[in-house]
């Protein structure tokens, strides 16, 4: 009978909700874990814009700030190292691994890539309307000024185009999902004990990432980007809590990612 406890209790995905409470029983997750990496994307993607307007500002480059900004999927692969940094801090603490943030993974028959292509269909229409919705209520029309900073020529060196659209979107789509839902969601869920306080606070955070991707100090512009973004991040919390797993989000995000690359970085 043990031995079948034990074969039973390890078949259990150690990142499902029964097992982080009794990690977080035994003080394993403190609350300091996922609050850190909840506000760790956007805080880093600020910091980085802020640090490369320096440089350029002493370069004696014109708009420094904006400058820095088109930078942003180039320094957004060292605010990914920064976040799997801290993920792997905490996941050892808890006597876990990063690939245990992502949950089983379905490749026979290509069952999580067509799962993947279907939530992209469904989410990715939710990023375009929202966008449309809120440049609608903010600026009045749908016209594109709002946009006009994100769409701008820019004149990046090749390797910086060349990277955003290879590597780039293969690190950041799996980090991002990792750090908000495979380990700070179910984990103020665990930690607060009620999961509509937990899907708040990833959700604010998850959309104030894309603020500052860039970020401008214009308060229209950085509530157009929230609101843009909230409804497909909405959908895809709701989704992650029904399936508990992370790659069919993963792939659901890659080509997501690519196309951000593509509208933003080439012109």
Known sequence: MSVALETATAAIPPNTLAPIRERMASGRIPWVGPLILVAARPALFLTMQAMLAVVLLALHRP???????????????????????????????EGIGLRDL???????????????????LLIFPLFIGGGYLA?????????KAPIAYLMQSHTLPLWATGGGLT?????SSATEEATYQGYALPRLQALTGRTWIAFRVVAFCWAAQHCVLPFMPDWRFVLYRFLAF??????????????????????????????????????
């Open 63 to 93: 708009s420094p700030w904006r400058a820095a900004g088109a930078w942003w999927n180039v320094y957004g692969t060292l605010v990914d190292i920064g976040c799997l940094i801290g993920l792997r801090y905490f996941t050892r603490k």
């Open 102 to 120: 992502i949950g089983p993974i379905r490749l026979r028959y290509g069952h999580d890539l067509f799962m993947g292509l279907g939530y992209f």
């Open 135 to 143: 440049q609608v209520l903010l600026y009045g029309s749908a016209a």
């Open 167 to 171: 590597f780039w979107w293969f690190i």
């Open 230 to 267: 909230l409804p497909g991040v909405l959908v895809m919390m709701v989704v992650y809590l029904r399936i508990r797993r992370l790659a069919p989000l993963i792939f659901a995000h890659w080509p997501m990612d690519i196309l951000g690359a593509l509208m933003t970085g080439i012109h």
